[in-house]
């Protein structure tokens, strides 16, 4: 049973029986806490439409933020990174080839030098 | 009940049956399209049937031979032939087997999410001749104890999917993505090609054992090595050499692409046994080891931040496929920079190998599933571009599950099979060194990041007024699916089974160069 479950890692283990169990107790104790809710709510009337300050809801497709959108000050914080990186990639398959036959030969001076 | 033909022959059949099936599928296709379905469905099916019966095989006794045109199936060296194994044979040890099991699991998903997603495209003929053909040539690279043979089965691998993935050709743009992956694969199989001529002309021999039990680690030898190590580190997308993989992976059909991630493997197993099987401790294991750590890191950092800005969906997953390759770079590049310290060899090289391995299998699974569900996504709305995406979970409920399951393993969250090769790595490279650890681990978090954003890109929000009608795919893609998606879930929950089962046995025979000898030309009838 221990063997079917419990993985040892080298320096400690990892058993999912046991973390899917402490997940169902955290279910169970999420229902538990959501059964103690509002019970007046009433799905299809005005309780259930957006308040947006009082202003009216945008049309569905305006609503929903896009892929775009998301990471921007990620990205932006990184912008020195890309603006290398991104660059290397250029599409071209001579520059492939290129960085192929560089890593190639990079590899034999440094397998030869510490053969 | 299962015939002894069929077991003893388990190795010829694998590569015959897919083989045949290949050139029989156009002439069925022109009978009824029906008939051409049942003869690739039933071919998949037997292939992966006698695929993991050998692999079984090979698990409950030991390496298999098959030695092609001998007496016996097991006689490797005839006596009249001064010791040297002359003929062509298959060498299946526990880590050939494990490839096997990969190959045979995906394969039949892929399959069976293809005969549903590809049924309204024309050239279909063509596009399960090179699929089999696919199949084919990974299974033969995978089994394959001669080193000319593994040529072989890598160039019609090559020429395989480069077919396949210029088969939508979408205004030339697939076809350019095809023809940069041919001339990069037609330049590396060149490589090996050499480096086989350099290994034929020293040692006299083609046969991988030979070549082990001769290598003497010359000026010649180390050329040989590094033309092996540089071409196979970039047919599996290794950074600075993975520049294709987006193009190919985004471009190619998504059943395809999963398929092509089995492939990418194939050539990361040539890689490993190149170093462990033919070279092992005649090299310098510190140095090379490193070579394949720095690879390895390189992947991991540059596919996941390359990754987080791409707007298509397949491209961004192209660049995780890159980063999760080097997770495996990094756990098996460990074990061979130890290689020569049984010391630390035993206390943790054996366990990130097991680790980087491991990941090998889990990557296969649910790599494969969330390419299939791009693929899925693609079906309905026609496009893979996230920006154009959104409330499809509200129509697609099962394609969202699969989804989810495989964005979650590949985050490494548990108790998904991620998690626990990931662990393995994390804590057999900390005791090496921790920072590469710490790198792994953070390169995990932006992993999960960046499926959150894809997560919600394509699933969350209110239903978009141009997806309305939009509906769950076909049952047989999501049965494709789901067989993934059960054995991530399957391996997450038990993976010491299937380390002990599957991995340590194979991580154990690839670093065991002695006994992948032994198995050639000390065993033999």
């Given at each position: 049973m221990d063997m079917l479950f419990t993985l040892d890692t080298g320096t400690g283990f990892w058993n999912p029986l046991l973390w899917v169990l402490g997940t169902a107790v955290a279910g169970v104790i999420a229902v538990f806490l959501y059964s103690l809710g509002e019970r007046g709510y009433k799905k299809?009337?005005?309780?259930t439409e957006p308040f947006i300050s009082g202003n009216p809801e945008p049309e569905k497709g305006l609503v929903h933020v896009r892929?775009?959108?998301?990471y921007w000050g990620f990205l932006d914080a990184m912008d020195g990174y890309y603006r290398r990186l991104v660059p290397l990639h250029t599409g071209d398959l001579d520059d492939y080839v290129l960085w192929y036959m560089g890593i190639t030969a990079l590899f034999f001076i440094v397998v030869v030098v510490f053969r | 009940m299962i015939p002894a033909f069929v077991v003893e022959n388990s190795p010829a059949l694998m590569i015959i049956v897919p083989f045949v099936a290949a050139f029989i599928a156009p002439f069925a296709g022109r009978a009824k399209p029906a008939v051409r379905a049942l003869v690739v469905g039933g071919a998949m099916a037997i292939t992966s049937a006698i695929t993991l019966l050998l692999a079984s095989d090979v698990y409950a006794h030991g390496t298999r031979l098959y030695v092609f045109g001998?007496?016996?199936?097991?006689?490797?060296?005839?006596?009249?032939?001064?010791?040297?194994?002359v003929r062509i044979m298959f060498t299946v040890d526990p880590m050939s087997a494990l490839m096997l099991v990969i190959t045979a699991i995906a394969a039949f998903a892929v399959v069976i999410y293809s005969l549903t997603s590809e049924r309204h495209h024309s050239g279909l003929g063509s596009y399960y001749t090179l699929f089999l053909l696919m199949v084919t040539g990974i299974l033969g690279m995978v089994a394959t104890g001669d080193i000319f043979n593994f040529f072989v089965f890598l160039e019609i691998l090559s020429i395989a999917s480069a077919g396949l993935i210029a088969f939508r050709i979408d205004g030339g743009v697939a076809v350019e993505a095809a023809i940069k992956y041919f001339v990069l694969s037609t330049i590396g199989a060149l490589a090996i090609l050499v480096a086989i001529g350099i290994y034929y002309g020293e040692?006299?021999?083609?046969n991988m054992a030979l070549i082990a039990q001769r290598m003497q680690f010359t000026l010649l030898d180390q050329l040989a090595l590094v033309l092996i190590i540089a071409a196979l580190a970039m047919k599996c997308g290794a950074?600075?050499?993975?520049?294709w993989t987006p193009d190919a992976y985004s471009m190619a059909p998504s059943s395809i692409t999963a398929l092509l991630v089995v492939a990418s493997q194939a050539s990361l197993y040539g890689l490993f046994r190149t170093v462990f099987s033919l070279y092992n401790i005649t090299l310098n294991a510190a140095c090379v080891g490193w070579l394949i750590i720095i690879l390895g890191v390189l992947s991991m950092v540059v596919g996941v931040t390359m990754a987080i800005p791409q707007k298509n969906v397949k491209r961004l997953m192209a660049y995780h496929a890159v980063s999760q390759t080097g997770y495996m770079l990094l756990g098996v590049g460990v074990g061979l920079a130890v290689l020569d310290n049984q010391p630390l060899l035993e206390a943790f090289g054996y366990m990130a190998m097991e680790g980087g391995i491991f990941h090998i299998i889990n990557h296969a699974m649910y790599k494969g599933l969330l390419f299939l569900t791009a693929g899925a996504i693609f079906f309905r709305?026609?496009?893979?571009?996230l920006n154009k995406m959104g409330g499809l979970g509200h129509s697609m409920k099962w394609t969202m599950v699969f989804f989810i399951i495989g964005a979650l393993a590949i985050a490494g969250i548990p108790p998904f099979n991620g998690f626990a090769s990931k662990l393995m790595i994390y804590e057999s490279v900390f005791v090496f060194n921790p920072v590469l650890s710490v790198i792994a681990m953070v390169v995990s978090i932006l992993t999960l990041a960046s499926f959150v954003k894809v997560f919600h890109s394509i699933f969350m929000g209110p239903v978009l007024p141009e997806y309305k009608d939009v509906r769950e795919v076909p049952g047989p893609m999501l049965a494709g699916m789901g067989i993934l998606a059960l054995v991530v879930i399957v391996f997450g929950l038990f993976p010491s089974l299937v380390v002990e089962t599957l991995v340590a046995p194979a991580a154990h025979a690839l670093a065991d160069q002695g006994m992948y000898i032994a198995a050639v030309i000390g065993g033999g009838a």
């Open positions: 299809g009337t005005a309780q892929s775009g959108n998301l | 001998a007496q016996a199936a097991t006689l490797a060296v005839p006596q009249d032939s001064g010791g040297i194994p040692y006299n021999a083609l950074v600075p050499m993975h520049f709305i026609g496009t893979y571009d």
